[in-house]
């Protein structure tokens, strides 16, 4: 709007030189004068709340079942649960075989998985992970027979078939074998049909429940603000926890609740993150968060190097030695200290770019900064918290 404005003023008051000619420098610089706030102020961080919330009702649901992976190559199960599953199969299909005369080497027992997801209709397929749980070698080239998927209710509501890949493969024999990946679970891709579609709940048809992924007091509150601003009412979103948001559905959207939850969706929420510092020792890694502070501090940081050698020398007795004499070796020992001279340096941030910058240049290793980062949060410096993993 200022730029607008200082335009028609130009237009209206042109100012010109002796020349005749208008004087371009002053209106750049009145331009920028006038969009300089605009161009220096930063930029707002925000996600969208289908990126950090889940709405009421919509969750994914786990299905197990048990099945037989036939087909193998020699490399199945040599146990008796496997001979036994067999014999119930063959007996279901009408014929009566003895348990001994079974040989379930190209045969496996497996544990059929799936995830349903929400609002799943009858004809949906979906992706099975298979993996045995008998003494099978591989289940390269398998394949899996019909297997029923419960829910946690017991109930079927998949059923699962089809042929399993591994991603792999094993190969030789005898003492010498080459393996390439796991070959003792796989996957089936749309192996899983739906059969029965399981009651969801979404919403109580006067409300819907916005669920924080991470809950936070900030974040809860700037969602129902964005929420009633969006829908420009003054109490449709209202904040119950730092996790959960109560919408009460408009008038206008009754009876289109799929509209309404494609809008609020999309609303864009600046998310507030707390300063944390996560750190893996096991593997040396170090994560600072964008509002991570370090209060002025001086550090010292030096290592101490203990090098222990040994050297092994011949020792020959002298040509008139008596004939007792022998060579031998005797063995010398050094140990050498060396400790790497440390001093102070001022470290402090208000920034993660300061702190990042300030910690390189201690010129540590990911170990050493671990180290280095416990001993801040100890001393007061390290306004986060501080996650071990």
Excluded: W
């Excluded at 209206?12 to 000619?21: A, C, D, I, S």
């Excluded at 420098?25 to 161009?39: E, N, S, T």
């Excluded at 968060?289 to 001086?298: D, Q, R, S």
């Excluded at 001279?341 to 910690?359: D, I, K, P």
């Amino acid at each position: 709007m200022a730029i607008l404005k200082i335009l028609r003023l130009m237009v209206k008051y042109p100012v010109l030189t002796r020349g005749g000619k208008c004087m371009h420098k002053l209106f750049v610089f009145l331009v920028f004068l006038a969009a300089g706030p605009l161009l220096l102020a930063p930029a707002a961080h925000a996600e969208r709340i289908k990126d950090i919330a889940n709405f009421e009702g919509m969750r994914e649901n786990q299905l197990i079942g048990y099945g037989l992976v036939v087909g193998l190559d020699g490399s199945g199960d040599k146990g008796n649960q496997t001979l036994l599953t067999i014999g119930n199969l063959l007996q279901r299909m009408g014929l009566t075989i003895k348990i001994a005369d079974i040989k379930a080497k190209n045969a496996a027992a497996v544990m059929v998985t799936a995830s349903l997801p929400p609002f799943p209709k009858p004809g949906m397929q979906l992706d099975a992970l298979v993996s045995t749980i008998g003494d099978a070698k591989s289940l390269q080239g398998g394949t899996l027979l019909l297997a029923p998927l419960k829910g946690p209710d017991g109930k079927v509501y998949a059923l699962a078939q089809g042929p399993v890949s591994v991603g792999g493969f094993i190969g030789g024999g005898g003492g010498t074998t080459v393996q390439k990946n796991h070959t003792t679970a796989g996957k089936i891709p749309n192996g899983v049909t739906i059969e029965t579609e399981p009651r969801f709940v979404f919403g109580t048809g006067s409300e819907i429940r916005i669920f924080l992924r991470n809950p936070d007091f900030t974040t809860a509150a700037e969602t129902a603000k964005r929420i009633n601003e969006t829908l420009q009412t003054d109490s449709s979103a209202v904040t119950l926890d730092p996790s959960t948001i109560i919408l009460k559905v408009p008038e206008q959207y009754q009876g289109k609740i799929v509209q309404l939850v494609a809008l609020v969706e999309a609303i864009d929420v600046a998310v507030d993150v707390p300063a944390r510092v996560v750190i893996n020792e096991r593997t040396g890694t170090v994560t600072i968060g964008e509002a991570v502070k370090i209060a002025p501090v001086a550090i010292a940081h030096g290592s101490l190097t203990i090098e222990i050698k040994t050297e092994y020398n011949v020792s020959q007795p002298n040509p008139l030695a008596p004939n007792q004499a022998r060579t031998v070796v005797t063995p010398k020992q050094t140990v050498n200290v060396k400790e790497q001279n440390a001093s102070l340096l001022h470290v402090s941030g208000a920034t993660l770019g300061e702190v990042v910058r300030a910690l390189n240049a201690l010129g540590v290793t990911p170990r050493d900064l671990v180290s280095i980062l416990q001993a801040l949060k100890a001393a007061g410096a390290l306004h986060a918290d501080m996650e071990i993993i």
